[in-house]
């Protein structure tokens, strides 16, 4: 039995990785998903049906209990979560991971006292498990809006370097004391919360997607060492991959940030500098109809699209699809320009334009696109606000100075499409808004594009 178990556990880790492969192409990303969850789905029955030793009835009425509950809530969050949640849930959904991972070292600390290899597992999944689900709690309430600002104590650099010090010696302190004593474990997970509350609360709201990407890498983490502690080859395979794919994309969007990713470790990531009166750009906004918009497009060469998260939470990805599919057809090559950390999550942007059919190869990610804006006609910029801010290159005093961002203002004329003048997620102005090449298309994302295909189909 424990052979065909391990052989079992085999096959599910090779669905993981296949999933994982898929999940890199968004035409297969959905199979990828199905792959995994599959494997995921054949670990459990493996690890349920081939356990050895006698278990209690009353046990399986609980797990059964317990994943069907899970599944019954998943299933229906899932269906019922709009594009615009997809952050929130994401992050939700890892701190649930990190949680597991706590729990499991809290109720196995008893059971292997006399062993400091398994209590070195259970510390190191206990602290990392416990920041991950805190963190991502804060996560959570900064990118669903019940946390709009960062918080920032006096000395919050310190505090945090301090704390996390703390939680790392007074682990090495349980591992190496032998103590059976319980309440040391539970005054290492009160630490460990503690400090994930403390390291996320600082980082402002633009810098979320590196954060996610980074507690999504300690859930990981924290699970593989829960496959060490157990010796299950699965939940080991699992953990690594989690981690070690959210670690790659930290690095990926702390390079496309431009930062260090000990900033983001250490707590001064984010670290935004408020405009005082008279400072901030200044000039004339140029405001303009669907129909000038319509007409600009409809005799242009070359179009780019940018999409932001305005675009997402105005549904408007099927809408904008429709706008490219008029402007093919009359001989217009349309492109979309895909900034690392649009939006509120990594990919956010290639799910959204995935979900409605825009195909792979329109979307050119920023080294490839940024070249290209001198000779573009018209750049469309849909919601997006902090990755088109040329104070990223202009204002060394800017929160984004910096930054890499997508260089539309190079491009002949710029129609940036928003609902209000309202800051970005970073909360500064965009000096974009003021250049002579740029104008103003007020209003929801999906409404004033549909006017201008409406205005197009005229022509």
Known sequence: MEYIKEIIYLIASVTFVAGLKLLGNPN????????????????????????????????????????????????????????????????????????????????????????????????????????????????????????????????????????????????????????????????????????????????GGADMPVVISLLNSFTGLAAAFGGFLYGNMVMLTGGILVGSAGTILTLAMCNAMNRPLWNVIFGAFGEQSAAGPGEGPTGNIKEVMAGDVAILMNYAQRVVIVPGYGLAVAQAQHAIHDLEQILVSRGVEVKYAIHPVAGRMPGHMNVLLAESNVAYEKLVEMEDINPEFPNTDVVLVVGANDVVNPAAHNDPSSPIYGMPILDVENAKQVIVNKRSMKPGYAGIENELFFHDNTSMLFGDAKAAINKVIAELKDM
């Open 28 to 203: 297969s990303a959905r199979k990828g998903n199905l792959y995994a969850a599959a494997g995921m789905i054949l670990a459990i029955a493996a690890t349920l049906i081939l356990h050895e030793g006698e278990v209690a009835t009353i046990v399986y009425v609980l797990i059964f209990a317990a994943i069907a509950l899970g599944t019954i809530v998943g299933w229906m969050t899932a269906r019922k979560v709009k594009m615009t949640q997809m952050p929130e849930l994401v992050s939700l959904f890892n701190g649930m991971g990190g949680a597991c991972a706590a729990l499991i070292s809290m109720i196995e600390f008893e059971h292997y006292t006399d062993q400091p290899s398994k209590v070195a597992m259970i510390a190191a999944g206990m602290v990392i498990g416990s920041v991950s689900f805190s963190g991502s709690m804060i996560a959570f309430m900064k990118l669903n809006g019940t946390m709009n600002k960062a918080i920032r104590l006096p000395k919050y650099n310190i505090l945090n370097t301090v704390l996390m010090i703390a939680v790392v010696a007074f682990a090495v302190y349980l591992v190496a004391s032998g103590t059976d004593n319980v309440l040391l474990v539970y005054t290492l997970l009160a630490l460990a919360l503690l400090y994930g509350v403390l390291f996320v609360i600082p980082i």
